[in-house]
């Protein structure tokens, strides 16, 4: 849920009016500008109907990869198709997973068409100096976002957050 709350996405150049290199940005439940109850509400229902219906989550890494702007590269079309085909196929349920040490989300090891270094981002970076950074300067800005939600969400919630 606190993935959902957060609605973390970049603006990217390209994809953005005046947006000349990406920018950090948070849309609430992924649609904050369309939604007119609270957060938590939308939080609470979602979890209701995944709990009801049994369904399994996971996000998918759809935009970049590979280093900064400049550096990286979009996701490919092909890799993300086959991340989603896992999913829906139950080839996630039983697979081997680690667990990013600082966004504490469980990856696998290996999905079929997709090579293994892609789904741990710092492995795509050639400056691993760079990523740490990057990586650690979005983990803050998820914890400054999340903040507005401190009144309203759950400790199952928050702990969804970045571990540093």
């Known amino acids: 849920m606190y993935h959902f709350l957060s609605g973390y996405t970049s603006k990217l150049a390209g994809t953005e009016r005046g947006v000349?290199?990406?920018e950090t940005t948070f849309?609430?439940?992924f649609g904050s500008p369309f939604l007119p109850l609270p957060?938590?509400?939308y939080a609470e229902m979602l979890g209701k109907k995944i709990d009801e219906h049994g369904a399994k989550v996971f996000l998918v890494n759809t935009g970049w990869t590979g280093g900064g702007y400049g550096t990286g590269k979009r996701m490919n079309l092909a890799h993300t198709r086959a991340m989603v085909q896992a999913a829906i196929e139950g080839d996630l349920d039983n697979a081997e997973m680690?667990?990013?040490d600082i966004f504490g989300l469980h990856i696998p090891l290996h999905i079929p068409g997709v090579p293994d270094e892609v789904l741990q981002p710092a492995k795509t970076w050639d400056d691993q100096e760079a990523y740490q950074e990057k990586a650690h300067f979005l983990a803050n800005e998820?914890?400054?976002?999340f903040q507005?939600?401190?009144h309203a969400a759950s400790d199952i919630e928050a702990k969804g957050g970045p571990l540093v």
């Not at 998820?142 to 976002?145: A, G, P, Q, R, V």
């Open 98 to 100: 680690i667990t990013d």
């Open 142 to 145: 998820f914890k400054k976002n």
């Open 20 to 22: 000349t290199s990406p």
């Open 148 to 150: 507005k939600f401190s």
């Open 27 to 29: 849309s609430t439940c």
């Open 39 to 41: 957060a938590h509400v």
